[in-house]
């Protein structure tokens, strides 16, 4: 495995299910992400690991919750989300001094 | 405030060079990077401007004004494969906040 990978790569979840989206990465960073991308919006900065401080997007709701064991997983918690939630869910990565993010593939989230 | 502004869409023929522009707002700057997006696929990393001036990397370059809170992305030679989405991201320390992306549409 390269790069950064993220699972499930779609996922549909009722507004009261409880799921995890999970993030990996194999590039030794010391930095992740997790981006919400929606339809004709900005990519949403929501969450940053760096060095082991967790940075938070104030704007982000708590049913929304990262949880980052170590330097190479990253996992986003879901609980009671909303349909507007439905977005796509991207994890990156990157070195301290360099200056690209690699990004995943991302996770495809439809809530009804 | 944090807002970067680009064209929503823009639309050239194969073999013609197009430039995306992009201002963003100065407070906390470092540097402006510019990532591509397939339908369906992850943002992929282009290019970074720190400094005033022109970056080349084949047939994409990128251009940053400071002064001016301004910068482009030049695509040359476009090929049909260069249809994709076009991020400009500013960088503020260890974080990156992006604009909504151009629509790059390249037709034979």
């Not at chain 1, 997983?73 to 349909?83: G, I, K, M, W």
């Not at chain 2, 707002?25 to 990532?35: A, D, H, I, N």
Request: with cysteine; aromatic share 12%.
């Amino acid at each position: 495995e390269t790069g950064v990978t993220q699972t499930p790569r779609h996922l549909v979840m009722g507004m009261t299910n409880k799921k995890s989206l999970k993030c990996e990465q194999h590039l030794g960073h010391n930095a992740m992400y997790w981006y919400k991308q929606s339809a004709k919006k900005p990519l949403e900065l929501m969450f940053v690991y760096s060095l082991e401080e967790r940075v938070e997007n104030n704007s982000v709701p708590s049913r929304f919750s990262p949880e980052c064991p170590n330097s190479s997983h990253l996992f986003l918690h879901l609980h009671t989300l909303q349909p507007e939630d439905s977005a796509l869910y991207l994890c990156a990565s990157s070195q301290t001094g360099e200056y690209g993010y690699t990004f995943g593939s991302g996770t495809r989230l439809t809530v009804v | 405030g944090q807002s970067l502004e680009q064209p929503s869409e823009v639309t050239a023929v194969e073999g013609a060079i197009v430039q995306i522009n992009c201002t963003y707002q100065t407070s906390g700057f470092y540097g402006l990077s510019w990532y591509q997006q397939h339908d369906g696929g992850a943002p992929t990393f282009l290019s970074y401007n720190a400094l005033d001036g022109l970056e080349e990397t084949g047939r994409f370059s990128s251009f940053l004004s400071r002064s001016d809170s301004y910068g482009y992305l030049l695509l040359q030679e476009l090929q049909m494969k260069d249809s994709a989405s076009y991020f400009c991201a500013r960088r503020a320390g260890n974080m990156l906040t992006f604009g909504g992306g151009t629509r790059l549409m390249v037709k034979p």
